[in-house]
C-alpha cells in the first residue's frame, strides 16, 4: 500500500492526531512560567504648545525654572508591564531598565498617570549624565502577572522624536520587548489577508502574460503546408523527436526589451505592494500591541 492509499483511508485519524498535538503544544507553551516584561508607546501623541502659533501669540510658555520654551511641546503617553507568568523584583533585574528620547528633544515633566496595583510601588526617576533631561530609570518593588503602570512623559522638541527602552531581566536574553516598534515578521503576521491575495493575484497575472509573450516571442515555425493536398505531411518518428528537441530560436532584441520592461514592471509592482502591507501590519501591530494593555492599569 502506497502513502496516498494509507492516507486516503486513514485521513480521518492523522486530523485527529494532528489537533491533538497542535493542543498539546499550545497548551505546553501557555502554561510555561517566563518573565515577559513589555513596552509600549501610545502612536497617538498629544501637541500641547506649536511654536509656529506661540510665536504670533501675546502669551508666552516658560518652563518650571523660568525659560521660555522655544520649540514644540508634546505629550507621551506610554505603557510598561509584565506579561509573564513568572514575576520580576529588584533583584531579577540585570541591568537598569531606562527610558530614552531622542537627542534631539528634552523631556520637561514626567509622572506615572496609574498603577496596577499599589504594591508595585512603580516609579520614575530622572537619569544623570546630561543637562538635558533626556532619560528616566524605571524601579518598582515587584511586578506579577498583568503588574505595571501607565506614564506619560512631556517634552520638548520634533512630534516624531523616539523614546526607546533599554535594559536587561534575568530569563528574558533579548531585554524588554519593545512592542511599540515591531519587527517585519510580527508586521508580516499583521497584513490583510485581502491585500495579501490581491498582490499575489496580480503577480500571477502579469507573470503569466511575461510568460505567454515569452512563449510567442519564441516559439517554433509553423509547419509548411503541402500545396497538392492542403494538408500538413505527416511527419516521420525521426523527424518529431528532432522537433521536440530542436531548441527555441533566439529572441529578438525587440522581444527582449518587452519582456525585459515587463519584468520590472511586474517586480516594482509586487515590491510595491509589499511594503504598503507591511507598514499597513506596522500600524496594526502597534496598535494592537496598544490594545493588549491590561485594564487594571489603564488611567
Known sequence: MGIGSHLKGNWATWLIGAIGLAGTAYFYFQSVEKRDPVFVVDPTRTEIVSRARVETAPIRVLRQDGRPVSADLYAIRFYFWNAGR??????????????TIDSTAEILDYKILKT???????QLHAGAGSVALRSLVVTFRILERDDGFTGQIMYEGPGHA????????????????????PGWLRSVRMWDTGLFAAIG???????GLIALLYHVATGKATTRVDAASGAPPVPSYDQVARLRNRERRPMRPGERVGVSLMLVIMLAFIGFGFYRAFQVGQRDAQQRSVNAVPAAMLP
Do not use: K, Q, Y
Open 86 to 99: 513568572r514575576s520580576i523584583r529588584p533583584e531579577n533585574v540585570l541591568d537598569t531598565i531606562r527610558l
Open 116 to 122: 496596577s496595583r499599589a504594591i508595585t510601588a512603580a
Open 162 to 181: 523616539a523614546l526607546r527602552i533599554s535594559g536587561l531581566v534575568e530569563g528574558v536574553p533579548n531585554g524588554v520587548m519593545d512592542a511599540s516598534n
Open 201 to 207: 493575484f496580480l503577480g500571477l497575472v502579469t507573470f
